[in-house]
């Protein structure tokens, strides 16, 4: 009869510590510190009381400089191979064609106003072998090179997603 009564006990325990380890998420997730921008001083504090997470709307907070991916903006990239040059370990490839004068126009200015004068058929970068040492990007002269978190790509792809379908759903 004390065994049955042991085990009663033993189950009552079980469960109140299961709650209360259930209890005590709860209320961690009540204090939340919720979207605190990168120079907040809770900003590494978000993921106290974290029970789900809204990904891709909400991530584990990050570094603001961090050996993310590296990434391109292409239409800012004036084909001058100095990050190809600079890379320790040749794992950026680029082709470039001059473009005939006639032709400039076309292929149009930087952001910061500079005239592209080179055609980038092939621009790859050999993510198996980049070592994210980033001197690509220091020494890019238009700054288009960046080591950029990878969760921006994939909210880009999400909204673009979005709109998709609601374009979609209105036509
Ligand atoms: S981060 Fe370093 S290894 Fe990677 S592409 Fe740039 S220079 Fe090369
Ligand atoms: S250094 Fe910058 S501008 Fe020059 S080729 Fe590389 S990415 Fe393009």
């Given at each position: 009869?004390?065994?049955?009564?042991?085990?009663?006990?033993?189950?009552?325990?079980?469960?109140?510590?299961?709650?209360?380890?259930?209890?005590?998420?709860f209320f961690n997730a009540l204090n939340r510190k919720g979207d605190a921008g990168v120079d907040d001083v809770d900003y590494f504090r978000q993921v106290d009381g974290l029970v789900t997470l809204q990904y891709p709307r909400e991530v584990i907070p990050t570094p603001?400089?961090?050996?993310?991916?590296?990434?391109?903006?292409?239409?800012?990239?004036?084909?001058?191979?100095?990050?190809?040059?600079?890379?320790?370990?040749?794992?950026?490839?680029?082709?470039?064609?001059?473009?005939?004068?006639?032709?400039?126009?076309?292929?149009?200015?930087?952001?910061?106003?500079?005239?592209?004068?080179?055609?980038?058929?092939?621009?790859?970068?050999?993510?198996?072998?980049?070592?994210?040492?980033?001197?690509?990007?220091?020494?890019?002269?238009?700054?288009?090179?960046?080591?950029?978190?990878?969760?921006?790509?994939?909210?880009?792809?999400?909204?673009?997603?979005?709109?998709?379908?609601?374009?979609?759903?209105?036509?």
């Amino acid at each position: 009869m004390s065994e049955y009564f042991r085990n009663i006990k033993t189950g009552a325990v079980t469960v109140a510590t299961g709650l209360g380890i259930t209890l005590k998420h709860f209320f961690n997730a009540l204090n939340r510190k919720g979207d605190a921008g990168v120079d907040d001083v809770d900003y590494f504090r978000q993921v106290d009381g974290l029970v789900t997470l809204q990904y891709p709307r909400e991530v584990i907070p990050t570094p603001k400089i961090g050996r993310y991916r590296l990434y391109n903006n292409i239409e800012d990239c004036i084909g001058c191979g100095q990050c190809e040059r600079a890379c320790p370990v040749s794992c950026i490839t680029i082709e470039t064609i001059k473009v005939a004068p006639d032709d400039l126009v076309v292929c149009g200015k930087t952001s910061d106003g500079q005239q592209k004068k080179f055609w980038i058929p092939v621009f790859d970068i050999d993510v198996a072998k980049c070592m994210t040492c980033g001197i690509c990007t220091t020494v890019c002269p238009t700054e288009c090179l960046v080591r950029r978190p990878k969760r921006k790509e994939k909210l880009r792809r999400h909204s673009r997603q979005l709109k998709k379908t609601e374009n979609k759903r209105n036509s």
